[in-house]
RNA sequence: GGGGAGAUUCCCGAGCGGUCAAAGGGGACGGACUGUAAAUCCGUUGGCGACGCCUUCGCAGGUUCGAAUCCUGCUCUCCCCA
C-alpha cells in the first residue's frame, strides 16, 4: 500500500465534486482516527439493479468509492438485491412496478462486471442485502419497524406530496429507508455515498446505526450528473446518456461532443484528476484539448488504455481508428447497402436506413453511399460510418470446412 | 352516486365525411457551417428491395361508394357536484 496520506489531505481530495458531507467533523475525526490506527475506514455504496441500462450517471458514486479505496479505505458495494424487488420511493411521484428476483439478479450481474473494471480487487467487499433479508423473522421485521416513526416519514417531500395528493403510498414502500438503513448497521458502514437524491435515505441509516448501538456513518451525497443535452439530469428517457456498454469509438465521440459548459462538471465527477488541474484545462484558450482529456481518461475505464490511446491518436491525425471499434458481423461479401446499415443496428427499419442513404450519412472507409439501392462490395476490416459518431467495423463471417 | 370533457403518429397538439401517412410546435436524426461544441440554415421523421403497395388516429362493431371524422357498445383518463 502506498504512502498514507494525512486526514486533512485526504478530506480535501475525497470533497472533490461532493455535494455535501454530513456531518463534516464527524468525517474529520473518522480519517484522523483512521491514520492514527492505520485502520481503512468502511465505506458503504448500495445499489438497486432494478435496470441492465447502465450509464455514466450510475457512475460517479463509484467513482467516488474508487478514490476511496486510492487512499486505502475498504469499499462495501452493496447489491440491493432486496431492496430492489421494493423499489426506491425516492423522487418517484407513483409506487414503483416490483421487480422479480431474477430481473434484479440478472442486473445485479450486469453491474458488477462494470463496477469491477473500476473498482481496485484489493479492498473490495461485495455483499447482497438479501443475506440479511431473507432469513428476517416477522418478528424482527417488526422490530426493526419500531424504529421508525410514521411522522418521520412523512417528513420527506416525495411520500408527503402523495399523501397530501392521495396517491397511495403501499406500506412496503416505507420500509425501504428502513431496509437501507440497516443495510449500513449490518456492514458496520463508517461512510455511505449516495445521490443528492438519497439525502434522506443515507440519514435514516445513521438513525439506525445510533439505534444498534454503533457510531454512525458519515453520509456523502453526490450530484446527479447533467446529460449530454446539458440541461436535463442523465436519464434514459431523455435520451441524453452515454451507456458503459458503449462501443468506445461511439464513447469517445460522445465525450468529445458534449457542450463546452459541461467539461469541468464531467471531468470532476468522472475522473480522478485534480482540481486545479481540472481548472487549468477548462481555463485554457482551446477547450478541445480538456475534452480530449476528459474522452481519453473516461474510455480508458471501459475499454483500456490501449484503444482510448488508439482512439486519442485517430482523432488527432484525422484518421480511421486502430482499435475500439464495434464489429458488425457479415456473411455475405456483397450486400445491400441498407441491410448493411441495419445489421449494424443503426435504423430500426429499411426505410430509416434508406433515409440515412440519401441524406448522404453513410459511408464506408470514407466513401459516401448516397444510392440507397447500392450494393456494396465488403472487405475484412471495413469502417462503416452513419452520422456523426456511430461507427462499426465490418468482419466477414467465413464458412468453415 | 350525479353532471361534464376527452383518448390522434416519440411528446404536445390541430383535424370533425373524400384533396389525410394526417397541419403546427417540441424532440430526435441527417446535411452545411464550425472546434466531431454552441448558435444558425437546409432536409428527414409509419412499414415494405419501394415513384407502387400495406398498416396507422383508445377497443369492438355499424352506416356510407368512401370514415381520424357520423352511429352503437366497451375500456381508460380528467374535471365539477355529492
Same mark, same amino acid.
Given at each position: ?124 467487499? &461485495? ?53 437501507? %438503513? ?12 449516495? %445521490? ?24 456523502? #451525497? ?7 443535452? %446539458? ?26 461532443? &458534449? ?11 468522472? #475522473? ?5 488541474? &481540472? ?24 475499454? %483500456? ?97
Amino acid at each position: 500500500m502506498k504512502k498514507v496520506l494525512s486526514a486533512g489531505e485526504q478530506l480535501a481530495r475525497l470533497k472533490k465534486g461532493v455535494v455535501e458531507v454530513f456531518p463534516e467533523e464527524e468525517m474529520v475525526a473518522k480519517l484522523e482516527r483512521s491514520v492514527a490506527t492505520k485502520t481503512p475506514l468502511r465505506v458503504k455504496l448500495g445499489i438497486d439493479p432494478t435496470t441492465p441500462d447502465l450509464h455514466l450517471g450510475h457512475i460517479v458514486v463509484l467513482n467516488k468509492l474508487r478514490q476511496f479505496q486510492q487512499l486505502g479505505h475498504r469499499a462495501v458495494l452493496i447489491i440491493g438485491d432486496y431492496t430492489g424487488q421494493v423499489g426506491d420511493p425516492s423522487g418517484q411521484s407513483a409506487t414503483r412496478q416490483r421487480l422479480r428476483l431474477d430481473d434484479v439478479n440478472r442486473n445485479a450481474e450486469v453491474f458488477l462486471t462494470y463496477a469491477r473494471r473500476l473498482l481496485s480487487d484489493g479492498e473490495l467487499e &461485495i455483499r447482497r442485502n438479501g443475506e440479511w433479508f431473507a432469513p428476517m423473522s416477522f418478528a424482527e421485521v417488526m422490530e426493526l419497524a419500531s424504529k421508525m416513526t410514521v411522522a418521520r416519514l412523512l417528513e420527506r417531500d416525495d411520500f408527503k406530496n402523495r399523501f397530501e395528493k392521495n396517491v397511495p403510498i403501499s406500506l412496503h414502500e416505507f420500509f425501504y429507508p428502513l431496509m437501507q %438503513g440497516y443495510d449500513s448497521v449490518m456492514v458496520k458502514a463508517d461512510v455511505e455515498l449516495g %445521490g443528492t437524491d438519497q439525502r434522506y435515505n443515507l440519514s435514516v441509516g445513521r438513525a439506525l446505526q445510533r439505534d444498534f448501538g454503533q457510531e454512525p456513518q458519515v453520509c456523502i #451525497t453526490l450530484p446527479l450528473l447533467v446529460g449530454t443535452d %446539458g440541461e436535463k439530469k442523465m436519464s434514459k428517457t431523455y435520451n441524453n446518456f452515454i451507456r458503459v456498454d458503449e462501443p468506445p469509438k461511439t464513447m469517445f465521440d460522445k465525450l468529445f461532443s &458534449i457542450p463546452d459548459s459541461l467539461v469541468q462538471t464531467y471531468l470532476t465527477l468522472l #475522473t480522478d484528476i485534480e482540481e486545479t488541474e &481540472i481548472k487549468r484545462l477548462c481555463s485554457a484558450s482551446d477547450i478541445r484539448e480538456a475534452k480530449l482529456v476528459l474522452a481519453t481518461d473516461v474510455v480508458k475505464r471501459f475499454a %483500456g488504455e490501449k484503444a482510448a490511446e488508439s482512439l486519442r491518436e485517430s482523432y488527432i491525425g484525422g484518421t480511421i481508428p486502430e482499435e475500439g471499434l464495434k464489429d458488425v458481423e457479415c456473411d455475405s461479401e456483397s450486400i445491400w447497402i441498407v441491410n448493411l446499415v441495419k445489421s449494424a443496428g443503426f435504423a430500426s427499419s429499411s426505410s430509416e436506413a434508406r433515409r440515412l442513404v440519401q441524406q448522404g450519412g453513410v459511408s464506408l472507409d470514407g466513401e459516401t453511399i448516397s444510392n440507397p439501392e447500392q450494393n456494396v462490395n465488403l472487405k475484412d476490416g471495413m469502417v462503416l460510418k452513419v452520422g456523426k459518431n456511430r461507427w462499426a467495423r465490418i468482419r466477414i463471417k467465413r464458412e468453415k470446412k
